[in-house]
Every structure is written in structure tokens, then in C-alpha cells.
């Protein structure tokens, strides 16, 4: 990591600065990116629980990625779990790669085990499913993009539509309503702002 001292914090940093700084406007979700300041959390290291007056201050929150699973029972995935219900009662925005699909998942009382099929680390192709085609206003049918997990979410929370599948995964990243928005992959593995 000697690129990134900051570790992942400092990584997607750098990814959204080089989208939001490089590129056309983005809007995702009726949000346009002209610039996206991310505030550290580091929830294996203290419990933290945001404020509504704070929540209101945000217009959203990204998860990144872990080496625990989901479905560990340690204080701090407990903890982030319940954070995470209370956040999707109150329509926060939540969205990330990698383990926010899984935690997601388990926070809303869903299935994360070992994917059956096994790892899963390559660039893979996602074929979209056709809800997430109209999310984002495409008619692209795929795209690829590094995946590398173990764990994988076998049961959609109620309500929730999947992005696509990769043939090996069924759920390669899920939406829920307005407000969420998780994919698995690791856009930052073949990109180097």
C-alpha cells in the first residue's frame, strides 16, 4: 500500500477526485458528483454513530471493503449492522463495493455464506439485469470489472433487485428503493488515479 498510505480511505479519495475532476458531470441517483469529500470511519476501531443533525449534512455513505465476513460475530460487525438498519429506516443514502453488499445484506437480516461455486478473483463479465439497466439509463447489456470475494449474498433483502450476475454469482451487487445501491467488484484494482 505504499501508494495509498491512507490505505482504502485515501484510495477512493483519489477515485472519486479523478471521476468528479476528469470526466463529464456524473449524477447518480438524482445526485450530480461535482466533488465528493469522504469522511474517515473506521468502525473495527470504535463504535461511531452519526447524528441526524449530521446525517443531514451528508448525501450519503460508502462502505468499503473488509477481510471479515459478514456474518462474523465480532462487536464491531454487530454494531455496524444495527447502524446500518437504523440508517436504511431512514432512507440514508448507503452505496460501495466489495463488503457492502454482503454487510448490507446481513444487516437487513438476509443470507452471506461462502459463494457455493467458490472464490471468485478475476475480471469478470456482469451481464445487467434489466432494472438495473433503466437505474442507470443504459442499454449497455454488460460491463466488466475485478471481482475478488469468498462471501456472497445468496438472498436478496425484500424489495431489493439485482444488478447483474457474472454467470458464477448470482447477485453481483442488489439496489433497494432509492437509497441503495451495492455492488461486489473492486474498481479500484484496475484503476490507478
Known sequence: MDRYPGEFYEMHQQLFDEVCT???PVELGGVELAGVELVKFEP????YYLTDEELASLDGIVISG????????????????EVIRDYHQKQIKLSGPSFAPQI???????????????????????????????????????????????????????GAVSLGTSGVTEYLGWMLDRHILVFSGHPEYSHDP
Open 66 to 81: 473488509s477481510a471479515s465476513g459478514a456474518y462474523d460475530k465480532d462487536e464491531w460487525i454487530v454494531q455496524l449492522c
Open 22 to 24: 476528469n470526466s463529464a
Open 104 to 158: 448490507v445484506a446481513e444487516a437487513l437480516r438476509r443470507k452471506v455464506e461462502p459463494n457455493p461455486p467458490g472464490t471468485e478473483l478475476s475480471v469478470v463479465t456482469i451481464n445487467l439485469a434489466s432494472a438495473a439497466q433503466r437505474y442507470f439509463g443504459t442499454k449497455r447489456a454488460s460491463y466488466n470489472i475485478q471481482v475478488h470475494h469468498t462471501d456472497v449474498v445468496t438472498r436478496l433483502p425484500d
Open 44 to 47: 473495527h476501531k470504535s463504535y
